[in-house]
């Protein structure tokens, strides 16, 4: 156990890049974290951090021990948290990370009905449209929208993520309405800006499982969704968005669907984790709650 402890130390000190910050972080004194990181290389027979003016980097054989050291540790913690909540319920703290929008409008109203089921557990939620890294971090959950690229993560999918143009009945009266991808190029598009730059090109399936690709422009682009849909609203262009973020606008007519036979391709909503061979359980059941309120008939297309 000792040897798992300094272990997680060692972790602990490469997440904050300091031997006091990780010291801070477990209540240890300096000294004795200095201690227990020599006695790891020691034991070892390896070096296992270089210091540079500013940071603590692993070497080599660090890098290779950080690497496979913290499933060890990370199920180690699973276990004990799978031992000792049998039959006492789930309790700790979960850590998740999230789309602001999406964790406003579905997230949040659900967790009333979760801290009931479980409430000797504690959240600590993180909203942020950036991505952020769960392991530096210490996340235990991100909920994601859209492809994933990391492979050293873990997902499950929550439900689909489908996408469409949509634009308000003022501003197709005013400017007309595309009747083709083309047309696109003559209207007024409000663009995203991610984290690949201003998404000004639209791909819209052709209807016979090809793809149109259309270079858009328009009066607004920003990085935030909420301020695209509160222009498509005003009837200043048109805009792509997740039909769970503008259902109720569809519902109510403000927002009516254009193009709606080119459609945009789907992608999904994800529970991403850390990978490791035991999720611990208030991982697993946060993220069981969540699939079973979604699924292939989420609340965003079900009738009103």
């Keep these: 156990m000792d040897r798992i402890g300094d272990i997680g130390l ?10 006091s910050a990780a010291a801070r972080s477990l209540d240890l004194s300096v000294a004795v974290a200095s201690q227990r990181l020599q006695r790891l290389e020691r034991d070892l027979g390896v070096r296992l951090l270089h210091r540079t003016t500013r940071r603590l980097h692993a070497t080599p054989e660090g890098a290779i021990l950080a690497e496979q050291g913290r499933a060890l540790v990370e199920d180690l913690d699973a276990l004990g948290s799978s031992l000792r909540q049998a039959g006492t319920g789930i309790s700790g703290t979960l850590r998740v990370t999230a789309s602001s929008s999406f964790g406003r409008l579905y997230i ?23 991505v952020l890294d ?15 690229d990391d492979s050293a993560l873990v997902a499950r999918k929550l439900a689909t993520n489908r996408r469409l143009l949509c634009a308000s009945p003022e501003y197709l009266r005013r400017r007309g309405t595309p009747r083709t991808p083309q047309d696109l190029a003559s209207h007024d598009c409000l663009l995203l800006v991610g984290s690949q730059g201003r998404q000004d090109v639209w791909r819209l399936g052709d209807g016979a499982g090809g793809e149109i690709a259309v270079r858009v422009r328009g009066p607004i682009d920003a990085n935030s969704g909420e301020l695209l849909s509160d222009a498509a609203l005003a009837g200043l262009g048109i805009a792509m968005h997740s039909t769970w973020h503008v259902c109720a606008a569809l519902r109510t007519g403000q927002l009516v669907p254009v193009l709606a036979n080119y459609p ?7 529970a991403v984790m850390p990978q490791r061979r035991l999720v611990p359980p208030r991982v697993r059941t946060f993220v069981d709650f969540l699939a079973g309120h979604f699924g292939e008939n989420p609340p965003w297309e079900r009738p009103a």
Excluded: C, Q, W
């Design 10 to 19: 060692f972790l602990r000190v490469l997440d904050l890049g300091s031997i």
């Design 108 to 130: 949040s109203p659900l967790l009333p009905e979760f801290m009931a089921r479980h409430p000797g557990l504690k959240l600590s939620f993180t909203m942020t449209d950036n």
């Design 134 to 148: 769960l392991v530096s971090a210490g996340f235990d959950l991100a909920i994601r929208i859209g492809a994933l």
């Design 264 to 270: 945009v391709a789907e992608s999904g909503i994800y």
